[in-house]
């Protein structure tokens, strides 16, 4: 049931507005972050965004190869860390077209370090929640 639901919450997300604006561009890596600028809302000092990633170059984890992967990530603002919630690959750059493979259930958290794109992520989220 939650694997159901959460197709449909992401399937209505990705047909959704995708009005993405660039965080970040890795020239070395030839790789570029995204952010969708939405109506940032903080519960429990947690606030929640869609990111994304594109790679000029193909990537590989385990036997997936993709060029852009597509996050929800809960941000919390207090403790300075970040989970992903859900995610999906793709074949394409810019989360384009149909996913190849997508989970839908949160990762353990993970500390943001200063100077990274996590901590951008945090930033923008944390800055605009507090301003809404």
Known sequence: MKKLIFLLIFSIHVFADESW????????????????????????????????????????????????????????????????????????????GQAIYSKGSPSEWIKINPNTVNSAYMSIACQEAKSN
């Open 21 to 96: 604006t660039l965080l970040h561009e890795d020239n070395a890596n030839q790789s570029a972050y995204y952010v969708k600028l939405d109506n940032f809302q903080m519960l429990e000092n947690k606030v929640r965004l869609w990111v994304m990633e594109s790679f000029n170059v193909p990537q590989k984890a385990n036997s997936i190869t993709y060029n852009s992967l597509k996050s929800l990530v809960q941000v919390d603002c207090i403790a300075e860390q970040l989970r992903y919630m859900a995610y999906s690959i793709y074949k394409d750059k810019k989360a384009l």
